[in-house]
């Protein structure tokens, strides 16, 4: 379930919400294998299951940026804005990947509110989203998203 914003004063209040997480996601070969086409990056830790095996891993992993791109998965079920005359992706401050997701694993992202200021008649919040692997100690990516919104007077 997701918070939802319908203008800027919400979301300036929300500043330093817990958004919880979202549903659990499996990180599936296929997917793997669509992100290594589209990026023409096939290294064998990603794609090749039989030499995975015997990898560091035990297994093929996903991509870095692939777990990293899923916070774009994430981030409308944890948060969204309605009432919008435009909303956009300003980018990332910090990024990290603690851990790898094993193809199999199942992930979700966590959320919370660590910013939020007013830019001229837009608001732009910084949402920290944490991608948690299932049974794991460690997450697979910790971000922090900046999008700005201009709500609908």
């Known amino acids: 379930m997701s918070f939802v914003f319908s203008s800027t004063d919400e979301l300036v209040a929300a500043e330093g919400r817990d958004l919880g997480a979202t549903d659990w996601v499996e990180m599936t070969q296929d997917r793997v294998n669509r992100f290594a086409d589209a990026t023409d990056d096939h290294q064998w ?18 991509h870095g940026y692939l777990t990293l791109a899923l916070a774009n998965l994430f981030l409308p079920r944890l948060i969204r804005a309605e009432n919008l ?8 401050e910090r990024v990290r990947f603690p851990a790898p997701v094993r193809v199999g694993a199942r992930i979700r992202g966590r959320g919370e509110i660590l910013r ?4 001229r008649e837009a608001v ?9 692997i299932e049974d794991s100690e460690r997450p697979a990516c910790v971000v922090d998203t900046i999008s700005r ?5």
């Open 45 to 62: 830790i990603h794609v090749d299951p039989e030499r995975a095996k015997d990898g560091p891993f035990g297994a093929c992993i996903a």
């Open 149 to 153: 919104y201009t709500f609908a007077d």
């Open 85 to 92: 005359k435009m909303g956009v992706n300003v980018g990332c």
């Open 116 to 119: 939020v200021e007013r830019i």
């Open 124 to 132: 732009q919040s910084t949402v920290r989203v944490t991608i948690e």
